[in-house]
């Protein structure tokens, strides 16, 4: 890692800063509305970006009353002031109910606390709620200003000085309820705690036969409910904007009792607090509750999770949004102009975007009035193409067609794991199956990778066989690395037995290779000649044609919280480093984003390539650190990101130019990064993108019916990749030219441009290619 510009990447920082420099210039803070995880992650990126561009930044403690009641409650911040946040819940600046702010006599006792610090700037992060109130604010500043002159408080240069307010919104709220954007901070986290209690509800129920209720928050969006309905493969779900049809009560009971005939032990059924039925009239916990009862006489239980959602440690992906996010809203105020509306930063993919304020407020409230009206259809339109994707995923997967209503194909698809175990890949081949029999063929299962296929280790396999893998870690198909190669004969052969007329492979680099293997061979084995779809499943995230693998983000969590318990331990001792070192072959991602989402002080990647000036400067980074009040580093390292600095050299070298100043420690993260549950994001990626593969097969199939046909063509053996919103296959043909195979990593990787930030947030003299900026690069399942 450099600690200086010496070899900074183009558009650097101080070019930026020719232009937008933020000297002179004063930037409030404050967290208002419900609080959700993620917003002092958010806190800590605004105040960090604020400094390093120069300006002042002040927190405003207790939202828009702290703005009000002014004093102590706004107080600038510092570089520590920030310091052991990333990891805390809620928000450690408060947030507060205001009703004096909803009085011009309150904006203006806000106003006048602003203007005694020189704040022009208002970096809010809430909800609609919240953000509606700025742009009031914004709106009514030079009216403020003139009556606060006119009342002898402030002088008329300052009204000059001080003539507008630039005002831009970040989203926080657990409930992903704000239109505009496809995530809010603090869902995915929000999404975590549920499906932990979901999955420790299913370890309990498998010791009776039961039926758990189970309220989520929602009291206007059903997202949280739809989503992990999705993610624990949920028997039914009640959502505010999809209310069931008349006549639900039957046919809930109807599926549950054919569940019970084919012995599934555990129903599971989700409600947002705010699901409503046709008519707009509630539909409770305990109705259902006593709905099931009354009319199966099953032992039903009801847990409400209430606050707990709102509760615990952000996940690595809120992290990493509200990080990008708060670096983003600085540069937005930088580059405002009197001219410019309120803004709010959303994520649209994997891009962050500024959108105007109010529109995106006027569509959230569009929503609510077409619930209010029944228009429910217009209701899930309206929260964008995400919310109805997951619906429509949601409704293919959880109820079965009866046999006579499915048009059989008489196509016959296999599925494989190849590769080493990712968490999420049990999820992909459930969704595989059920959306294969839905489309009518006949689905078999390979066991244990090529080896297994080469031995004929193939079984049909049914829509009830694959009923709860979706929190299965691991892969219960088996999986090895072995490639087709020295088999491909007797993979022919079983082709041709087991008549397969297509093949989805579920897999890492491994998976590509194979596909790319088989390709070469459908001259001579013409069984290979059918359509061939990857689906990149992967801790290490170096699968080409996509900027996500499933496996990486349940894997990234594993190293987040491992190093949240370190420097935990690292603030009792003092002065300690701490040396991580994280799997990844030859491809920095966990090192890279890892070191992101934990506050690392440096990651080390084969990527950007680094020598002994680079670990000295680095020591002497830390060396300064010890003598502020956080003493305490925590540096990763990809495990082949050098031959010869090998994480004992770093060890050795840090402890011995650190001596009387810090001590070291050094952890091998090893195989923990491949155990453990999926998390939300990684059970909802396997499912929706083994579905889009599905469709893809399904298509390819339908060409060729009747007509025997024989796929040779390059497009008919693909990659299934996320290209920033986009969903693309890519023939393995064409990236072979975007491949480094020696290394088994793409040639560009776009995690890359995310290096700078990390350092700039760490206080390192690193650069930032503005031109970048709007670019949240981290790609978002949901959206797919």
Known sequence: MDADDSRAPKGSLRKFLEHLSGAGKAIGVLTSGGDAQGMNAAVRAVVRMGIYVGAKVYFIYEGYQGMVDGGANIAEADWESVSSILQVGGTII?????????????????????????????????????????????????????????????????????????????????????????????????????????????????????????????????????????????????????????????????????????????????????????????????????????????????????????????????????????????????????????????????????????????????????????????????????????????????????????????????????????????????????????????????????????????????????????????SILGTKRILPGKYLEEIATQMRTHSINALLIIGGFEAYKSACDMAEARGRHQELCIPLCVVPATISNNVPGTEISLGADTSLNVIVQTCDRIKQSASGTKRRVFIIETMGGYCGYLANMGGLAAGADAAYIFEEPFDIRDLQSNVEHLTEKMKTTIQRGLVLRNESCSENYTTDFIYQLYSEEGKGVFDCRKNVLGHMQQGGAPSPFDRNFGTKISARAMEWITAKLKEARGRGKKFTTDDSVCVLGISKRNVIFQPVAELKQQTDFEHRIPKEQWWLKLRPLMKILAKYKASYDVSDSGQLEHVQPWSV
Not at 122 to 147: H, M, P, Q, Y
């Open 94 to 474: 408060g947030s507060a109910r205001c009703q004096a702010f909803r009085t011009r006599e309150g904006r203006l006792k806000a106003a006048c606390n602003l203007l005694q610090r020189g704040i022009t700037n208002l970096c809010v992060i809430g909800g609609d709620g919240s953000l509606t109130g700025a742009n009031l604010f914004r709106k009514e500043w030079s009216g403020l200003l003139e009556e606060l002159a006119r009342n002898g408080q402030i002088d008329k240069e300052a009204v000059q000085k001080y003539a507008y307010l630039n005002v831009v919104g970040m989203v926080g709220s657990i409930d992903n309820d704000f239109c505009g954007t496809d995530m809010t901070i603090g869902t995915d986290s929000a999404l975590h705690r549920i499906i932990e209690v979901i999955d420790a509800i299913m370890t309990t129920a498998q010791s009776h036969q039961r039926t758990f209720v189970l309220e989520v928050m929602g009291r206007h969006c059903g997202y949280l409910a739809l989503v992990s309905a999705l993610a624990c493969g949920a028997d039914w779900v009640f959502l505010p904007e999809s209310p069931p049809e008349q006549g639900w009560e039957e046919q809930m009971c109807v599926k549950l009792s054919e569940n019970r005939a084919r012995k599934k032990r555990l129903n599971i059924i989700i409600v947002a607090e705010g699901a409503i039925d046709t008519q707009n009239k509630p539909i409770t916990s305990e109705k259902i509750k006593e709905l099931v009862v009354s009319q199966l006489g099953y032992d039903t239980r009801v847990t409400i999770l209430g606050h707990v959602q709102r509760g615990g440690t952000p996940s690595a992906f809120d992290r990493i949004l509200a990080s990008r996010m708060g670096v983003e809203a600085v540069i937005a105020l930088l580059e405002a102009t009197p001219d410019t509306p309120a803004c709010v930063v959303s994520l649209n993919g994997n891009h962050a975007v500024r959108l105007p304020l109010m529109e995106c407020v006027q569509m959230t409230q569009d929503v609510q009035k077409a619930m209010d009206e029944r228009r429910f259809q217009d209701a899930v339109r309206l929260r964008g193409r995400s919310f109805a994707g997951n619906l429509n995923t949601y409704k293919r997967l959880a109820i079965k067609l009866p046999d006579d209503q499915i048009p059989k194909t008489n196509c016959n698809v296999a599925v494989i794991n190849v590769g080493a175990p990712a968490a999420g890949m049990n999820a992909a081949v459930r969704s595989a199956v059920r959306v294969g029999i839905a489309d009518g063929h006949r689905m078999l299962a390979i066991y244990d990778g090529f080896d297994g296929f080469a031995k004929g280790q193939i079984k049909e396999i049914g829509w009830t066989d694959v009923g709860g893998w979706t929190g299965q870690g691991g």
